[in-house]
């Protein structure tokens, strides 16, 4: 008998197991704070809402200015772990600034800090603290705003933002991937992304990532959120995940 699970339900499960994963020796009582660096996928509604002078985004289909519809994800797995959230996330964000720009805005017109710069802002307010748990999740804006960019340019400046992270006391780290580029509602057959660099630039990113992890699983608890291979099963089961096959944006 196969048995349906929600979207968001499934993105939720697989983040709350990747960050025990590291810390599956420890109590988890140790664990008090989910800090979270990323963009569109991770924004709760104090991003992009807050960066546009809450003017983006601002369709109501999209619950309390984030980009869904529904709680995003942080908020779901720091529930479920009972975990005090500080998100910093900010939708249209790029990995760094000074190599592609990020912006957000019904055009797209407002620039956005990056997760080099979610980083900074947070480590000059707050310090790394044994019991947090860092998530990273970015690097699909990188090649949104330029497609020539390669999965390895922007896995690079990931690095440097975890060794960022790292040398100020962080010592509990997640990545996450994403799912494939023209799969995207906003690309799905657009000519701009259809190059032989975009279509392996989701692969390239997670061979980066692991890359990544493995590096700082020498000194800190690392783990990557498989996020690519969840929704390629939901790209080739779409009804185990109770979800139409739809190609249009819902939006």
């Not at 949104?144 to 100020?168: C, D, K």
């Not at 799905?188 to 590096?215: C, E, H, T």
Request: aromatic share 10%.
């Amino acid at each position: 008998m196969k048995t349906g699970i929600s979207l968001s339900l499934a993105i939720v499960y697989l983040v709350s197991y990747t960050i025990a994963l590291p810390v599956a020796s420890r109590d988890a009582a140790h664990f008090a704070r989910l800090i979270v660096f990323g963009d569109s996928f991770s924004d709760n509604g104090n991003g992009s809402w807050v960066v546009s002078n809450a003017t983006w985004p601002s369709d109501p289909s999209y619950f309390a200015h984030s980009f869904s519809d529904g709680p995003v994800w942080n908020e779901l797995v720091a529930d479920a772990l009972d975990l005090q959230l500080v998100n910093v996330a900010t939708g249209g964000a790029t990995t760094n600034n000074g190599f592609v720009q990020g912006r957000t805005g019904p055009k797209s017109e407002i620039p956005v800090p990056s997760t080099a710069e979610q980083i900074a802002s947070f480590l000059s307010w707050d310090t790394p603290r044994p019991g947090d748990v860092f998530v990273h999740w970015s690097g699909v804006n990188d090649i949104l705003f330029n497609p020539n960019v390669t999965g390895s340019q922007t896995t690079s400046l990931i690095s440097e933002n975890i060794e960022t992270l790292y040398r100020a006391g962080a010592r509990n780290i997640v990545l996450g991937n994403y799912n494939d580029i023209e799969t995207f509602p906003g690309t799905y057959d657009a000519s701009d992304y259809q190059s032989d660099n975009v279509k392996s630039y989701m692969d390239d990113l997670s061979i980066g990532l692991r890359n990544i992890v493995g590096a700082y699983s020498v000194c800190a608890n690392t783990a990557l959120v498989e996020v690519q291979t969840l929704f390629r099963n939901i790209a080739a089961n779409p009804a185990e995940y109770s979800i139409d096959e739809k190609t249009p944006p819902i939006f």
